[in-house]
């Protein structure tokens, strides 16, 4: 069956489109609050890695005090294994973000709860092999292995909010 012009025009600009997205670094990434882009380089720095990797992040508060924490879900070979990759959590604070826990093997889609443990809303993740899983605030961080915790109900699922859908390219 012959293809028309417009279709063939259609499809190069689909093609063209795809290429550009996979060439220009991640928006969230770039679109950071500088203050965070500094704790995560900081804590990227720490980990013994001097270039920022690629993330996605989102901006809710977690603990309750009305400022906007941090949820950053880490991209590229040296965050990401099979498993998943690097989560880290930052409390919103005066000066910027102070990291509150790193957990691995972590995986899209990331919620928040509006269940609360120890002042912190329960964050929901998934984790291959268990499906989404529970990661309550232990009292000092989040778990650092999520394929360790509770699986969520579906009312859990319902209830929560996505805030990171997908991983940063």
């Known amino acids: 069956m012959p293809v028309s012009h417009s279709c063939t025009v259609t499809m190069r600009s689909l093609s063209v489109l795809l290429l550009l997205h996979l060439l220009v670094p991640t928006a969230e990434?770039?679109?950071?609050?500088p203050n965070l882009s500094a704790a995560v380089q900081a804590y990227v720095h720490k980990k013994g890695d001097r270039e920022l990797p690629p993330f996605r992040y989102a901006l809710t508060d977690l603990d309750g005090d009305g400022r906007a924490d941090a949820i950053v879900l880490l991209s590229g070979s040296a965050w990401c294994g099979s498993g998943g990759c690097t989560m880290l959590v930052f409390r919103a604070a005066n000066d910027g973000f102070t990291l509150v826990s790193?957990?691995?093997?972590?995986?899209v889609p990331i919620r928040v709860s509006p269940e609360t443990a120890h002042g912190w809303r329960t964050l929901i993740v998934f984790a291959k092999g268990k499906g989404h899983v529970l990661m309550g605030f232990t009292g000092t961080r989040y778990p650092q292995n999520p394929s360790m915790q509770a699986r969520a109900t579906p009312s859990q699922l319902s209830a929560a909010q996505v805030v990171i859908n997908r991983m940063a390219p």
């Open 102 to 107: 790193s957990s691995t093997i972590t995986n």
């Open 29 to 33: 990434a770039q679109d950071a609050p």
